[in-house]
């Protein structure tokens, strides 16, 4: 079992930069794939980014490559998506997740583990 924690949403105008953080509870946590994923209102999940195990590769959505970054601690347990240039399409609830293996990141059904989401409002 992985608890996933995210924190460091908020209300950033368009433009702004946030970076988001995960906090993993499993201290096997390195040995997991881990992506983020979005949902505004009305919407489906859509991913955002995804850093697998273990080759370390990572995966971008059309809509924020070269905007968002994700990177990882292990020794902090804790994964980040560093968001810049933001836009007002950008607001949704980001939720972190945790996966094994390197395929099919980019789909919500690969992931087995959910964090509870945090909120990101960009405005205009």
């Known amino acids: 079992q992985v608890q996933l924690v995210e924190s460091g949403g908020g209300l950033v105008q368009a433009g702004g930069s946030l970076r988001l953080s995960c906090a993993a509870s499993r201290r096997t946590f390195s040995t997991y794939a881990m992506g983020w994923f979005r949902q505004a209102p009305g919407k489906e999940r859509e991913f955002v980014a995804a850093t697998s195990w273990p080759s370390g590769r990572t995966y971008y959505a059309d809509t924020v490559k070269g905007r968002c970054t994700i990177s990882r601690d292990n020794a902090k347990n804790t994964v980040y998506l560093q968001m810049n240039s933001l836009k007002p399409e950008d607001t949704a609830v980001y939720f972190c997740?945790?996966?094994?293996?390197?395929?099919?990141?980019?789909?919500?059904?690969?992931?087995?583990?959910w964090g509870q989401g945090t909120q990101v409002t960009v405005s205009a």
């Open positions: 997740a945790a996966a094994r293996g390197e395929r099919g990141l980019g789909q919500t059904s690969t992931y087995g583990y």
